[in-house]
């Protein structure tokens, strides 16, 4: 990959775009993280038909030739709870629904557990639909629910999305940042190791993050996250947690949401959201549906707003974070995951998955061989998925 364009014998700028969507298409693309999941269950929304909206459907996928989604399972515990019954349910409401997609459309997709199964599914033409949580709060701080989730198709989970659990503390809180794994925590990671699901450390705080490298005896993941040394927000990781997660095999899926790969751009989001908190809070108030649609209705602000108060980002900035990564580790350590359907803002160049190929193309473009970016696309991540067990 440090070879120039020019230089380099099968990739060149001047590659066609049907042979840069070949080579796309050889690839099996695994996307680690798209929280279309709730507006399936919010918004009921069908992902056979083309949707004018949102940054994922089937035919966008098909278009941006996707092989397998992971579909984040998010309880929001300002609205579902921390734990408890709420949360539990918000989890598997989700759970059903994409189970209910794969039932109704076995044509199409089918939901995969593993990744033989994901290689199998693909090999027959199919999408394959996978669940990871994101957050620990529907285990409702009982260790049999690890198990109970497992069962229930989930193959990751972060403990912690951006509010601190008593057992993990979070990237998004101040109690986070002295808060590592407890006891408890310690022994969830290790029930997770012996299951087989992945352990996820987007958005849990540093402490959190060594605990869990120290604790994990499996390889372990970032599913959506950033390099602090070009974005310096504290979601991402820094170098050497990017060679500590390596070192246990795991991968670093790189973000595509501006905030957490573009320097200076969650600063400046932050005064656009002061800007037009009032316009927000408008509303929320105004929507009469229940505390999802509410949330629904500010984030159709926000994204109007972001579009237009803040500077564009294209793909070259998030393979400057794929870049870093391979500099310090190598290739087999890096892996994307979108996070499309859970953020108001996109790359300007991959503004839904139908646009997938234009990362190959800019991967290309920067010298990547065809194996490269296999292995960036998803491969790296059957790896990781194959080492759980
Ligand atoms: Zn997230």
Redesign the pocket.
Known sequence: MTEKPETSKSTSPETNSNDLLDLHRRAIAVDM?A?TTQRMVDEKVDLMQRLPDGHFDTARAREGALDAQFF?I?VEPQLFGGGGSGAMKRADVQIAAVRELVEQHPDTWEFAGSAADVRRIVEAGKLAALAGL?GGYAIDEKLENVERYYKMGVRYM?PA??VSTSWAGSSGDEVGVTRGLNDFGKQVVREMNRLGMMVDV??VSDPTFWDIVNTSSRPVVA??SGCRAIANVPRNLTDDMIRALAKTGGVVNV?FYPEHIEPGWSDKKKRVDVEIATMVRRASEEEKGDVAHKKIARDEVRRKEYAKRLPPVTISRLVDHIDHVVKLVGIDHVGMGS?FD?VQATLSDLADVSQLPNLTRELLRRGYSESDIEKILGGNMLRVMEAQK
Do not use: C, Y
């Open positions: 993280h929280d984040s998010w994101e972060s999305w951006s987007s958005h599913t959506h973000i996070d859970g």
